[in-house]
């Protein structure tokens, strides 16, 4: 190696950010152990279009993690520790995606319009399984379309994408918007786009997002389960009537007049 070479990789080792990414990783090693990543192989369970990786670190050790080292980072820009969760991103374990998330959504009150492409961008990229996709969804998205609801449109758009995260993520970012009643007319629009998807996880989320729906508007869920209930899988027909009363239970899962 010549000087040259020499005092670039000084320069590379001495860098902050890379530092920091190390101590984390340092710091999620150190607390896995076997019984965990076990117990978390049982729980998440790996199909033909889902992957998880873990390194066995209980979730409350992730997040406090998450929160000691953002005091590392709490003073930088929000672009700098964007780029900081884009690595965090690109690991295959599901940990160090988790801090990207936390640290994402620790950054709400400076979100913009533009983001909007970032996030999208990191659905599209790095989310490959149910659990990334519903933190940083329910978290980091919904509290965005909340801020921002013109965008609110283009999940439309992800609801019919080959992507069945992104198909997922339309629905799961509108968990907690519905339960404030927010999003009624793309709540409905998006289930219709969704309701015969063959992934079953995508089932489960519009399923989940109508639910949410029921808690504001129950009577227009129960009609458009009503309307849909001959052709709509029964995992999504269940998530969706999951909070009502149970004689409205028993109506929507009727069978004389269902398909499945």
Not at 71 to 97: G, I, M, R, T
Not at 184 to 204: G, N, R, S, W
Not at 232 to 258: F, G, N, Q, S, V
Request: glycine letters at 2%; proline letters at 3%.
């Amino acid at each position: 190696m010549d000087w040259t070479d020499h005092a670039k990789h000084e320069k590379q080792d001495s860098d902050p950010m890379k530092q920091l990414l190390e101590k984390i990783r340092r710091s999620l090693t150190e607390l896995a152990d076997d019984a965990t990543l076990e117990s978390s192989k049982r729980f998440f369970k790996d199909n033909d279009y889902q992957t998880i990786r873990f390194l066995g670190v209980k979730s409350a050790s992730v997040r406090k993690i998450a929160k000691e080292q953002f005091a590392a980072v709490k003073n930088l820009s929000k672009e700098e520790v964007f780029s900081l969760c884009e690595c965090l991103w690109q690991s295959p374990y599901l940990e160090e995606k988790s801090i990207a998330c936390n640290w994402t959504y620790r950054f709400r009150h400076d979100f913009k319009p533009k983001d909007f492409g970032v996030f999208e961008s990191w659905i599209e990229r790095h989310i490959e399984n149910w659990a990334s996709c519903d933190v940083f969804c329910t978290g980091t998205v919904g509290t965005f379309l909340e801020m921002f609801p013109k965008h609110v449109a283009k999940l439309k758009q992800w609801a019919k994408s080959s992507n069945p995260w992104m198909r997922r993520a339309a629905a799961v970012s509108l968990i907690a918007p519905a339960r404030k009643n927010l999003f009624h007319k793309e709540i409905f629009e998006i289930a219709t786009i969704l309701l015969h998807d063959d992934k079953d996880l995508v089932q489960k989320g519009y399923g989940w997002m109508l639910k949410s729906a029921s808690v504001s508007d129950q009577a227009a869920v129960f009609r458009f389960v009503m309307d849909h209930k001959a052709t709509m899988p029964r995992t999504a027909l269940r998530y969706a009537i999951e909070k009502m009363p149970p004689h409205l239970k028993k109506e929507a899962m009727a069978k004389e007049t269902a398909v499945f």
